[in-house]
């Protein structure tokens, strides 16, 4: 049993590490060439369609099943646990994301 774990974890190694280069290109804090649509989009799940927020200024109330914030603006988007954009904030930086807390929510830039 033990070999066979042994041999799962070298294994994976060597595929990770042939992917390096590949995930220092998308490391935070790099530069990579993301399309600035200027809109935050959220996903909820696979049978709702995405909500997007064009040009989005103050605070906006996440919909209630939200699942994943996407910030494709040019400034770093602030998202709150609350619907009132009251709560301390996480920064999420123009071309990233993050996962939201459902049932409430808020996001404001």
Do not use: K, W
């Not at 809109?39 to 927020?53: D, G, R």
């Amino acid at each position: 049993m033990r070999r066979t774990a042994l041999t799962a974890a070298l294994a994976a190694g060597v595929v990770f590490a042939g992917a390096g280069p590949a995930f220092a290109q998308n490391a935070p804090g790099t530069v990579r060439d993301v399309p600035n649509t200027n809109q935050v989009v959220v996903f909820s799940n696979e049978l709702l369609p995405l909500e997007a927020y064009q040009d989005p200024h103050g605070c906006h109330r996440l919909p209630t099943l939200s699942h994943v914030l996407n910030n494709e603006t040019s400034r770093t988007v602030h998202l709150h646990a609350d619907a009132y954009c009251m709560t301390p904030d996480v920064p999420i930086l123009p071309g990233h994301g993050m996962h939201t807390t459902q049932l409430s929510g808020s996001f404001s830039s």
